[in-house]
């Protein structure tokens, strides 16, 4: 069996809740290092948080699923600049085709490519790169 690591999380709390809805969806999954973190929340840094795995032949459907579960729980979110019901999810990957573009990503972020998860309110088009904390 092949799994992929679809996700990493430093709350373990969070981490839970997703592997929960793949299990409910029967995806198989697990979790990596979740011990360390839980025992050691100082370590989590070291070991780049709890790993979310899924088998890779479900990993698109598991991908599908927690972009459908964020999507959810943003509706209930206000934005923090202007109150409305209105974020979303806005993705970026810089994957430059171009030579320059590439060693200037590889210089800077260590990869060729990178990819750049934010959210932006529909409403007043403010981009947020984090959400404000709801728990
Ligand atoms: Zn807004």
């Known amino acids: 069996m092949n799994f992929k690591q679809i996700a ?16 409910e969806n029967d995806i198989k999954c697990q979790l990596k290092d979740e011990n360390i973190v839980t025992m050691d929340p100082l370590l989590n840094a070291a070991v780049g948080g709890i790993k979310l795995l899924v088998e890779e032949k479900d990993y698109d459907k598991a991908l599908a699923l927690m972009i459908e579960a964020e999507n959810d729980y943003l509706k209930d979110i206000p ?8 974020l979303t999810v806005e993705e970026k990957t810089n994957a430059p085709a171009d030579f320059w573009d590439k060693l200037k990503n590889q210089v800077l972020f260590g990869q060729t490519s990178t990819y750049k ?13 984090e959400l404000p904390p709801s728990f």
């Open 79 to 86: 934005c923090p600049s202007c109150k409305s019901l209105s």
């Open 8 to 23: 990493s999380y430093d709350n373990y709390m969070l981490a839970n809740m997703t592997m929960g809805l793949m299990t």
């Open 117 to 129: 998860k934010g959210y932006r309110c529909a409403n007043c088009k403010k981009y947020f790169s």
